[in-house]
């Protein structure tokens, strides 16, 4: 694998010229959930709720809780596509338990249908 020097998108290049972002970037990316998350968890409870997922308080915080929300992928093969200029949201995914028995939850990028296009047939 040969890596980008460009700091700005942080995006690593492989043999089989596909793109994925750099584990310090998804690092980032988890921080922030986690310090989000941890955030709207706490202000729940001070709230008297006890019954929520995670997924939930973010639906609520982003206020979308009614859409529609899928991957870039599953937008794909639903023959839609993902607008210029729109930024996925991020979500906890569901729990992995990897080769040494360690469980973490992924994060998912998701969009919504108001930020998706279908193609015209």
């Not at 010229?17 to 970037?25: D, H, K, S, V």
């Not at 998350?37 to 308080?57: D, F, H, P, S």
């Not at 870039?72 to 993902?82: R, S």
Request: include cysteine.
């Amino acid at each position: 694998m040969t890596a980008t020097n460009n700091k700005v998108n942080s995006l690593t290049k492989t043999a089989e010229g596909i793109t994925e972002i750099q584990p310090n970037r998804m690092q980032h990316y988890r921080m922030h959930l986690r310090t989000i998350t941890n955030g709207l968890i706490e202000m729940a409870k001070a709230a008297g709720r006890t019954k929520y997922t995670c997924n939930q308080l973010l639906r609520e915080c982003y206020n979308l809780v009614d859409a529609e929300f899928h991957t870039y992928d599953e937008w794909k093969e639903q023959g839609a596509f993902v607008r210029r200029g729109e930024h996925a949201y991020l979500f906890w995914g569901a729990p992995i338990t990897n080769e040494r028995g360690f469980r973490y939850c992924p994060i998912e990028f998701r969009f919504c249908r108001e930020q998706v296009g279908f193609k015209e047939a």
